[in-house]
RNA sequence: GCCGCCAUCGUCCAGGGGACUAGGACGCCGCCCUCUCACGGCGGAAACGGGGGUUCGAAUCCCCCUGGCGGUACCA
């Protein structure tokens, strides 16, 4: 079995192109065969190796690997011309204005198999002699694929349904050579959430997006293949073994199939919350170019749902935050400026090891002492410590901050509220 | 216009003649947990586009309609 993946150099992958490319490679990996990379452009103008190289680092951090490739169809224009030529002698194709078209007979009709969608047939009247190659002599995307897929002895040809009602064409130029059409699979289309065609108006609709908005390649994988397929009733996680294991095309959905951003957050939150805290560290330390992030990594995990909500999450471990003064103004109320002195004493007085347990002791014996609901307690200190009303959990944020760090900014709040009265 | 594809909760995926009182997930609503926000737990609302057939029986098979989408290039 060999598939190939034949993306349009734009330089953007976007998500349907990442599933046909997922799609093609859970398939060859399934059944041991190879996955083939052809870049899918005959207009010398677009294919520019920055582009082709945007493709295929989208594709390296999906962890779709290939076994060969990427072969340029610009480089290809020779082959196409002697097969153009071949056409023309043995009187499959004509001249038409220097253009050259293949004939088409009036009557009968082509039919395609579909591994999806079974049998389909395409009455010859509705196509007219195509043009196969332009007067400057060069060849048009529907005889360079089909050129190519024999040459490059594809045995499966899997894509997006907008490529159907190509596929008589290329069928009808693989007989015309005396070759046999490989397999046809059309995936159904992707919409965004409005029922259109998905594109950049729907958020985050490439993988490069994606990965700039923080999300995990493992989940976008598990989400993507879940567009169009399903294993069964009620599995929804699957690694990428089990992916390659249970992949079928018998069971890809013919129905299109829509985007929907919400439920990747979902997908990646959970993702995310598996990961070491080492792995999870590593991966933001690789995004904010910064150091030491594990403590402040393992705290926010919990509550992130991408690795883009690090920052604002955790980030007043990593430097302090500017304060939200509607947040400050909310919580330092009459009688905060007690609570948050004492919460302070307690703390500089606590013994050593310095944990979780300790400080939870110490800040709830704060609450026992004066009497109060924990909130009136805690949110003054969650402010004062990271700025902000919304924070991970109050012991793990003074643990991962530390004692010296944390009585620095209780003091500073403290002396703003002297300050007010 | 012509050709083709498609049609189950708002969304994704199951169900392909009786097991369907149509299942799971996201989202939504409610409750619980709780130091905030989340996570988690429990519960709820929510779908077979319409009409004809076939059949003892149809979400499932057939036809028509409607709707959506794709193509109809010397684009890919």
Redesign the pocket.
């Known amino acids: 079995m060999r598939v190939r993946f034949a993306p349009?150099p734009t330089g953007v992958l976007h998500i349907g192109g990442a599933r046909t490319a997922l799609y093609n490679w859970l398939l060859a990996r399934g059944e041991g065969g190879k996955f083939v990379l052809r870049v899918?452009?005959?207009?010398r103008e677009r294919s520019t190796p920055e582009n082709v190289e945007q493709i295929l680092e989208a594709l390296r951090w999906l962890e779709l690997d290939w076994d060969e490739g990427p072969i340029s169809?610009v480089e290809r224009a020779s082959r196409h011309r002697e097969q153009i030529d071949r056409l023309l002698a043995d009187g499959r194709a004509y001249e038409?204005?220097?253009?050259v078209r293949l004939r088409v007979p009036d009557e009968g009709e082509t039919v395609v198999h579909d591994a999806i969608?079974?049998e389909?047939?395409?009455?010859h009247h509705?196509i007219?002699d195509?043009?196969i190659a332009?007067?400057?002599g060069s060849a048009?995307?529907?005889l360079?694929v089909s050129v190519d897929d024999l040459d490059m002895d594809i045995t499966h040809v899997i894509r997006g349904?907008?490529?159907?009602?190509?596929t008589p064409r290329q069928a009808m130029i693989m007989e015309a050579l005396g070759a046999q059409p490989p397999v046809f699979a059309?995936l159904?289309?992707l919409?965004g959430?409005d029922?259109?065609?998905l594109s950049k108006r729907h958020g985050a609709a490439s993988v490069q997006a994606l990965r700039e908005s923080g999300y995990l390649p493992e989940a976008v994988r598990n989400y993507i293949a879940?567009?169009?397929?399903?294993?069964?009733?009620?599995t929804?996680f699957l690694s990428t073994d089990e992916l390659v294991e249970g992949f079928s095309l018998g069971?890809v959905?013919?129905?299109?199939?829509?985007f929907?951003e919400?439920?990747l957050?979902?997908m990646n939150?959970?993702y995310l919350?598996e990961l070491a805290p080492l792995d999870l560290a590593t991966r933001l330390e690789a995004i904010t170019g910064r150091t030491g992030l594990e403590p402040a990594a393992s705290v926010a995990q919990?509550?992130m749902?991408t690795l883009a909500d690090f920052w604002p999450l955790a980030g007043f471990l990593v430097e302090p935050q500017p304060t939200d003064e509607k947040a400050w103004a909310k919580v330092m109320t009459e009688g905060t400026e007690e609570r948050l002195r004492i919460a302070g004493e307690e703390l500089e007085a606590l013994e050593d090891p310095w944990t979780n347990e300790g400080v939870e002791q110490a800040l709830r014996g704060v609450v026992e002492r004066l009497e109060v609901k924990?909130?009136e307690v805690?949110?003054p200190l969650?402010v004062a410590l990271t700025g902000s009303?919304?924070?991970?959990?109050?012991?793990?944020s003074v643990v991962a901050l530390g004692r010296e760090e944390t009585l620095v900014r209780l003091r500073a709040a403290l002396g703003r509220l002297e300050l007010a009265t």
């Open positions: 349009s899918e452009d005959t207009d169809q038409d204005e220097g253009a969608r079974g389909i047939a395409f009455p509705s007219d195509f043009v332009r007067s400057d048009l995307y529907n360079a349904a907008d490529h159907l009602s190509n059309h159904p289309l919409h959430l029922g259109k065609k879940l567009l169009g397929w399903g294993l069964d009733a009620s929804t069971r959905s013919k129905s299109p199939a829509v929907d919400q439920k957050r979902w939150g959970r919350r919990e509550k749902q924990p909130k805690f949110q969650r009303t919304v924070s991970p959990g109050i012991f793990e």
